[in-house]
């Protein structure tokens, strides 16, 4: 039987792009069975409507940088009834809380742009260039309740190069990104 992901992101969904590669090239021994997005016009759900994996839009109007209780109670148990096994945040941008993560323990994974715990929270590229670090990296990391703080899984390390914009910067991340996080979801799923 092969592990059910279900992935949430807010933007490009470059990263969910590399796990449906993963997938298909055989790193990755999994579906995912859904993708959902707080935001209507996010690319990421148009990835994966191109390749018939089933959509769905959470609705967190009016609220700014929230992820309404009420939505993530609907969302815990549509995704039980799915039988999802995995949860994967692939950019995305609201913090995930209770009653998803009592749903869930220990199986939503995150992957954060730089070296955790340095430079959590958001544009975490921009805060490493900012502070001058000569090196960053990304983050795969199960969820808790904090901002970024959960136990980590995986790093990889990126160079900060001389004449780095924030866009360079994050671009070279993403290359890492790509590679890792497939890697740390089979790594997660072996400890299911
Ligand atoms: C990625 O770089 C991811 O690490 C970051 O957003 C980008 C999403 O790109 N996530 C965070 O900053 C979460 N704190 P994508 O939509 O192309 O995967």
């Known amino acids: 039987m092969k592990t059910r992901l279900a992935v949430l992101g807010s933007g490009s969904g470059s990263n969910c792009q590399s796990i449906f590669n993963a997938i298909d090239d055989g ?3 999994a579906d995912v069975v859904i993708v959902l ?8 759900l148009k990835r994966a409507a191109q390749r018939g994996v089933p959509v769905g839009i959470l609705n967190c109007r009016g609220f700014k940088n929230k992820f309404p209780e009420e939505e993530q109670a609907a969302l815990a148990r549509q995704l039980r009834k799915m039988q ?5 945040l692939a950019g995305f941008m609201r913090l995930v809380k209770q009653p998803l993560l009592d749903v869930f323990p220990r199986r939503i994974l ?3 742009p730089a070296l955790l715990p340095n430079f959590p ?3 975490a ?3 490493a260039l900012e502070a001058g670090a000569t090196q960053t990296g990304c983050t795969v990391h199960y969820v808790d ?3 970024d703080t959960g136990e980590i899984l995986m790093q990889a390390y990126v160079p900060v190069l001389p004449g780095d914009t924030p866009e360079s910067l994050h671009a070279r991340i993403q290359v890492q990104e790509h590679i890792l996080y497939p890697a740390a979801i089979q790594s997660a799923l ?3």
Do not use: T, Y
Request: net charge negative; hydrophobic share 40%.
């Open 27 to 29: 790193r990755l021994n």
């Open 37 to 44: 997005s707080d935001n209507p016009d996010a690319f990421i």
């Open 84 to 88: 999802v096994d995995l949860i994967c």
């Open 110 to 112: 995150n992957i954060h």
């Open 121 to 123: 929270g958001v544009e």
């Open 125 to 127: 590229w921009k805060q």
């Open 145 to 147: 309740a904090g901002m």
């Open 190 to 192: 072996s400890r299911l």
